[in-house]
């Protein structure tokens, strides 16, 4: 039998798989294929991504890190339940970081540094919204507060926002009862004044679209989540 001899990219190559094993797992537990208690067996896995077990063991360590997933020694790793507490605490935490991140996009903006990736992203979402697309609108809801973040040019920002992005996608899929055009008009005058450079304007829209989506988020939950 031939030894396997390492090559300079196998590196390369299996963090691709387990990195593309990682952002599929997330993508299922989003979509709600893997619904919150449901436990992730890392040989169901393996079979249903068409991956050895080694990539599926590090992605869901990674998924544990960004709260995601929970691991037990009797049952392994599982969904994790997301909890009423748990949705509060992210909108108290976004109420932070989301206004710093529009503020300082709005800075970048009045400083000749814009570009038109939050102008096409807003557009798409409009264009979902009118469209009643409910399972695009979480997504591109998503990706229009991380292009907000990635504006700001703040590495350590973008670094805490990115675990609390899949969360925030997680939450805009749980709850898409809300109405979409009101969360459209809200993105609207918020993309606005970072595209005009105000941003005392900017993070006080901000606050105001993070807060405003609060009550309705823990109401329309109320009856699937449990309290704590």
Not at 4 to 22: Q, T
Request: aromatic letters at 4%.
């Amino acid at each position: 039998m031939t030894a396997h001899v390492p090559h300079a990219g196998d590196g390369d190559v299996e963090a691709s798989i387990a990195e593309n094993a990682h952002s599929r797992i997330r993508e299922l537990i989003i979509a709600g294929h893997y619904a919150p208690g449901v436990r992730l067996r890392e040989r169901e896995l393996s079979a249903e991504l068409g991956v050895s077990r080694v990539p599926v063991r590090e992605a869901l360590q990674q998924l544990e890190g960004e709260g995601f997933v929970v691991t037990s020694p009797r049952r392994g790793a599982a969904v994790k339940q997301i909890t009423l507490k748990d949705v509060n605490e992210l909108f108290d935490v976004r109420l932070s970081l989301e206004v710093l991140a529009a503020r300082l996009a709005a800075q970048v903006v009045a400083a000749g540094n814009g570009s038109s990736g939050l102008q096409e992203l807003m557009d798409a979402a409009e264009d979902a919204t009118a469209r009643r697309e409910h399972d695009t609108i979480p997504v591109l809801n998503t990706a229009l507060h991380a292009e907000i973040v990635a504006m700001t040019g703040n590495s350590l920002l973008e670094a805490s926002m990115k675990p609390l992005l899949g969360r925030m996608q997680w939450l805009f899929t749980l709850t898409d009862s809300r109405d979409p055009h009101g969360q459209c008009v809200e993105h609207l005058g918020l993309c606005k004044a970072i595209y005009d450079g105000k941003p005392d304007l900017a993070g006080s829209l901000a606050y105001a679209h993070v807060e405003l989506g609060r009550e309705p988020s823990l109401k329309s939950l109320a009856g699937i989540l449990p309290d704590a």
